[in-house]
């Protein structure tokens, strides 16, 4: 492949003629961009071959990440960077007069996720391959990702993500690892071989995409796997054939968005399946090809599964080693329950999976077979472990009321169960999942989440990168932890200036966007107060839009009444049926409309919703941001990873103590953060004293009611019932999320962090701290937490 500068335009420009048969000049840009990423892609190869190998022949140990979710982002310039091959093509391509940047932008986003899990998966896949670590990926191939979201008369509106539209040059079709998965029929008893036989099936064919996953300084390269649906070659005599073809291409079609509503989605069941079993099967076959046993399987594998998702792993590996591979009960299910682990992201009740066991026995009826099996000998262990087993039994049975609860399911099989931030693990083991932690009280453990600081830091962020390089070096692209160094410089007035100068470049590059995109003309020198994230009642986005409203009230009703300039910066999606989060939105766009129109208060106060929130704009506003707003009720918010790509590049987190807010905090102090607001504690005692009032908070505080009255006075519509619902979820269905009450302490922290923006060096040095001690949320610390503690895995040896 090519070594240098020359080398590469030789090869780029012979690779032009012999892909588009013209030359270099003649070349469309797509095609130019096309072989640039297939070139990346080949170089790439070369190590992928390698990797493989080496893992084989040394027998080690792999994990497999199977998760329904990869938000991995663009890959062209990271790849090229972790291949350190970027500076050679930058200038080749700049010799043949062509502007990387321009190619950059022709990448598409990969929207194969809805928000953090998706991405978490993605940066563990990056921490992975950069820590030479054997970890792979096994998902879905979905034809359009997450919804793309534009906004029409402030309205969310959604058109489909067309990814591929120009093709996805990473991925190799790999046809000869084609599997078939099974749906629908029946299972009968066959005398003549003495086991159940699953009949009448409709097959699909399975079949891989990979992609490589290509690590940091290392040659060590990865695969995400990504399965789509064929027609099979066992074709269903007794299906019309439209029929058959319309549901093998509807498998991979649509990413779910996050809606937790359950109504009508066996398809995503189908989904689940499709990928669960494709994925098994292939690692069962590469591990018969190496070992010609199945009795080693969890000594050499081990399976991560991403939220109940992907659970049934679970029963179908049993069915697999069962059925199609002779093992006995006892035998299939040591191996199983030693090589799946399960990671729980969520505990809101109404986003736990439950599926109606009528559609899981039609659609999977030898599966769940294997569940109903799992689930009476799951009941005789706790008959046996338990002096109350009637009681227990209310928390924890895997088929109850006729649905199968999939994070039971999933603790029983796996043998181990973490969750994402140690706030979050302890409500799993002392309250959510309580009575199952007393049953298996070594399962639990805690795994708190990180993010690639390559991507978050060294990629998206080139400026602060070289101010890094320019005081502590670039060790900390390796070993995050250093980022710690530049504790010594937290002081130094010219480091603080040059940090400042680095924030306003980026608010710049940011407000250049915003201009551009929403025509609002920020002010690069207002406090840039920033929530990027899904849209989620609890997550709330209404409390900060509560506080708009206040300052907006206030600097109308009282002349005096100054603020340091504000630009409110919000990004988020809402699911296509979450009405409510919709009309959050609406009131964002609808807030924003009056308050930066208004000239007594536009020079002080802006407001901007940013279309279309995913990767590729949080990389452009994760570095503008001099506050981070992570204001979810206490206990509700799993970990946030946001929290953490706002740290490291530099802002305040204005945050509850929820998630990994409550690690940030304990790793700056008080003095460089800013918590607000009720404790998890506090909030679970309040909802349990059933003493929370609503109505007691808007009556005894006038600046609030005027605030939440302001939602049906027509402030901001023509029509008073516009923001209706907003109104009722907080008065009359008595605020589920406690915005309320968490309301004064929340302006109080607004206040606060006015105060300290005053104070440039102050402000700066603060800044510092943040990146200094963000280390400890690079997904490299938890990688190899997981490694360590869970996986046991190794890195390759070379
Ligand atoms: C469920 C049923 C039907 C359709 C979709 C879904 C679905 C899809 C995605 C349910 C949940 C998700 C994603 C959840 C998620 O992103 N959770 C976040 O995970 C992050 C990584 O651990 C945490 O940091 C966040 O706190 C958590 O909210």
Request: glycine share 6%.
């Amino acid at each position: 492949m090519f070594k240098n500068k020359e080398e590469f335009k030789t090869e780029f420009t012979k690779r032009i003629i012999e892909g588009y048969g013209r030359p270099l000049k003649e070349a469309h840009i797509t095609e130019k961009f096309m072989v640039l990423e297939k070139l990346i892609r080949d170089q790439a190869a070369i190590n992928w071959a390698l990797t493989k190998e080496e893992v084989q022949d040394s027998q080690q140990k792999q994990m497999t990440y199977f998760s329904m979710e990869f938000l991995i982002g663009r890959l062209l310039v990271n790849n090229m960077m972790n291949l350190g091959v970027y500076d050679i093509v930058k200038e080749g391509l700049a010799d043949l007069d062509i502007n990387i940047h321009e190619l950059e932008e022709l990448e598409s986003d990969p929207g194969l996720g809805n928000g953090g899990l998706g991405r978490l998966a993605a940066c563990f896949m990056d921490s992975l391959a950069s820590l030479s670590m054997p970890g792979h990926g096994n998902t879905l191939r979905y034809q359009y990702g997450l919804f793309k979201q534009k906004i029409v008369d402030g309205y969310q509106t959604e058109i489909p993500d067309q990814w591929m539209s120009i093709g996805n040059m990473w991925e190799i079709r790999k046809p000869k690892h084609a599997v078939d998965v099974r749906f629908w029929g029946k299972v009968i008893w066959d005398d003549s071989t003495g086991r159940f036989k699953h009949v009448d099936a409709e097959c699909i064919r399975a079949v891989p995409y990979d992609m490589p996953i290509i690590g940091n300084e290392t040659t060590v390269t990865n695969t995400l796997r990504l399965w789509d649906a064929e027609v099979s070659t066992n074709i269903p005599t007794n299906k019309d054939f439209r029929q058959y073809s319309q549901e093998v291409n509807e498998i991979c079609q649509n990413l779910y968005p996050d809606d937790s509503t359950l109504a009508g989605r066996t398809l995503r069941l189908k989904q689940q399946y499709f990928f669960v079993s494709a994925g098994l099967q292939a690692l069962i076959k590469s591990h018969l090809r190496t070992y010609k046993t199945l009795d080693n399987f969890h000594e050499k594998n081990v399976i991560q599964l991403n939220d109940t998702h992907p659970v049934l792993a679970i029963p179908e590996l049993m069915r697999l080693l069962i059925d199609e591979h002779d093992y006995d009960w006892e035998d299939a299910w040591d191996i199983v329950s030693h090589t799946m682990a399960y990671t729980n992201h969520t505990i809101l009740s109404e986003a736990l999976e439950k599926w109606p066991i009528d559609t899981m026995r039609a659609l999977l009826p030898r599966v769940y077979m294997m569940i109903e099996e799992i689930n009476r000998r799951f009941i005789g262990y706790v008959k046996e472990h338990v002096s109350n087993p009637d009681e227990v039994f209310n928390h924890v049975l895997i088929i109850k009321d006729g649905q199968v609860h999939m994070a039971h399911l999933a603790i029983v099989g796996s043998f181990s169960v973490n969750g994402v931030a140690r706030l979050h693990t302890d409500i799993l083991i002392h309250q959510e999942m309580k009575a199952f932690a007393e049953l298996y009280p070594t399962k639990f453990n805690n795994k708190t989440n990180g993010i690639t600081h390559r991507r978050w830091l060294a990629y998206a962020n080139p400026q602060l990168k070289e101010l890094l390089h320019d005081t502590i070096g670039d060790h900390w692209i390796k070993e995050p932890d250093e980022l710690e160094k530049l504790m010594a410089y937290v002081d130094d007035p010219d480091i603080q200036k040059r940090f400042m100068q680095v924030k306003r470049d980026r608010k710049r590059i940011l407000a250049r966007y915003i201009q551009k995109n929403n025509g609002i003309l920020v002010n690069v020198d207002s406090i840039f107060d920033i929530q990027v994230k899904r849209l989620h009642a609890y997550k709330r986005q209404l409390l900060n839009v509560l506080h708009i409203i206040y300052l907006y009230q206030e600097m109308k009703r009282n002349p005096e009444f100054r603020i340091y300039p504000r630009t409110f910066i919000f990004g988020a999606k809402a699911a296509p049926a979450y009405f409510f989060a919709k009309k959050v939105i609406k009131l964002i766009n609808s807030v924003a409309d009056v308050v930066n129109s208004d000239p007594e208060t536009s020079d002080y106060l802006k407001v901007v919703f940013l279309e279309n929130y995913g990767v590729t704009l949080a990389e452009m506003i994760m570095p503008a941001a001099d506050v981070s707003e992570q204001i979810s009720t206490a206990g509700k918010e799993a970990s946030g990873t946001g929290n953490m790509k706002f740290m490291m590049n530099g802002a305040l987190t204005l945050g509850t103590l929820d998630g990994a807010n409550v690690e940030i905090h304990e790793r700056v102090g008080d003095d460089y953060c800013e918590i607000f607001g009720l404790t998890a504690k506090e909030v679970d005692s309040l909802r349990q004293s059933g003493q929370y009032n609503a109505w007691d908070y808007y009556n005894n505080n006038i600046k609030l009611k005027f605030v939440v009255d302001s939602l049906v006075d027509g402030s901001w519509s023509a029509s008073r019932e516009e923001f209706r619902i907003i109104f009722e979820e907080l008065m009359n269905y008595n605020d589920e999320y406690f915005l309320l009450a968490d309301f004064d302490s929340y302006i109080k922290a607004q206040q606060d962090v006015e105060k300290r923006y005053l104070d440039k060096s102050a402000w700066a040095k603060m800044c510092l701290i943040n990146i200094a001690k963000s280390g400890f949320f690079s997904s490299d610390r938890t990688i190899k937490q997981y490694a360590d503690e869970i996986w046991h895995i190794q890195p390759v040896k070379k």
